[in-house]
């Protein structure tokens, strides 16, 4: 069966510090994988998506990147965090195109900036 | 674009009552909806999904939902709440590719004894 994984559950960061969140899935190839974040009040907001190694779709310019090194591993990053940068990030993987879209997703990651 | 409005940012029942969370779309292509449900800090779990064919969609713990093209509407039922019902649901609706998920912006579901 597949698996999504998340790391660090939690974490706590000064301004102006580094992030890196990384989700791997594991059971199946060639997923589509997904960063999503989550601020109170404000539904969940799709940061990125990627197709496959290298190709990443931004869909919300701001002060994270994302990588995919590997075929299931998906990165999310930023060289200096800002206080509005607080939120829950969840990843996601779906199938590959034309399979109707269902996520599924990891167990998150909690990321407070102060 | 693709779009989700969920009426209602809290719903409150009784344990027992009948559950009903708001959900309308816009798409721009035949669209295909979503039910996720959230607990505390934890991910999102697919409660069940329209694609095409039958417009009364039954998903997982009792949930169903049923596809108003006219109305543009895909709002979640459970007849009885149950204490265990208590989360945050989200509606979402696949984008005109198919490949990403817009999702509303969540309705908390409060079940009273």
């Known amino acids: 069966s597949q698996t999504i994984h998340q790391w660090p559950a939690t974490l706590v960061q000064p301004v102006g510090s580094p992030l890196s969140l990384e989700c791997t899935v594991e059971?199946?190839?060639?997923?589509?994988l997904y960063w999503y974040r989550q601020a109170a009040g404000r539904g969940l907001q799709l940061l990125f998506y990627?197709?496959?190694?290298?190709?990443i779709s931004s869909e919300v310019p701001q002060n994270l990147s994302a990588s995919r090194p590997q075929d299931r591993q998906f990165i999310l990053s930023s060289k200096k965090l800002l206080l509005s940068d607080s939120g829950f990030y969840l990843c996601?993987?779906?199938?590959?195109?034309?399979?109707?879209?269902?996520?599924?997703f990891g167990e998150g990651s909690r990321l407070t900036v102060l | 674009a693709q779009s989700v409005t969920q009426l209602g940012s809290h719903v409150s029942v009784s344990e027992g009552a009948l559950v009903l969370l708001r959900c309308n779309y816009s798409?721009?292509?035949?669209?295909?909806l979503f039910w996720y449900v959230q607990y505390p800090n934890q991910g999102l779990q697919l409660l069940l999904k329209?694609?095409?064919?039958?417009?009364l969609v039954k998903g997982i713990n009792g949930f169903e939902a049923e596809f108003k093209k006219s109305e543009t509407s895909f709002h979640l039922t459970k007849p009885s709440a149950h204490m265990s019902d208590a989360a945050e649901y989200f509606c979402?609706?696949?984008?005109?590719?198919?490949?990403?998920?817009?999702f509303g912006k969540g309705t908390m579901l409060l079940v009273s004894p």
């Open positions: 996601a993987w779906s199938v590959q195109w034309g399979q109707a879209g269902e996520l599924f």
């Open positions: 059971g199946t190839s060639n997923p589509n």
């Open positions: 990627s197709v496959g190694i290298g190709q």
């Open positions: 798409s721009s292509v035949p669209p295909y």
């Open positions: 329209y694609t095409t064919g039958a417009t």
């Open positions: 979402a609706v696949a984008s005109s590719g198919y490949s990403t998920l817009t």
